[in-house]
């Protein structure tokens, strides 16, 4: 297998008016399981939080698409990179549930660490694992 570099965009957005989760899920597995995307899509207290991984191109285009979608609003980029292996090489929607798996709550805060105090406040108790 060639060694392609893959490109990871880590971003934040607001929840519009009630929307079905649900569709946005079933919509997102189906497409992100044909482009070779995979990544996180967690929820809470109306906020996103999204980290899409997998072949540049496909990112590029489903990054505008999901930024095109008026059921969410005021995206903000938080990083966009290049990383040499998946870092969440698996995909699931999670809403910031007691349940979530702690490693992967450690690496969400760690990856928001640098992010703008009011994203970090939505999602600081989730993330805690209280
Ligand atoms: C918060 C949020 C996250 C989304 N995540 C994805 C995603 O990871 N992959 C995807 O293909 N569409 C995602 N969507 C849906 C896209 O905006 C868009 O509606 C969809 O890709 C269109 O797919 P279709 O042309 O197959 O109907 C997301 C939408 C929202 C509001």
Known sequence: MTNVPLRQIFYASLCGDPIDLDDIL??????????????LLWFNDGHFL???EGPADSVANAYARIAADRRHHDIRILSDRSVAAREFGYWSMERGSACADMGLRQ?????LSDAPADIRAAFAASLAGD
Do not use: K
């Open 107 to 111: 690496r969400l805060a760690r990856r």
């Open 50 to 52: 999204q980290v899409l």
């Open 26 to 39: 079933q919509q997102s597995r189906h497409n992100n399981a044909v482009d070779g995307i995979t990544g």
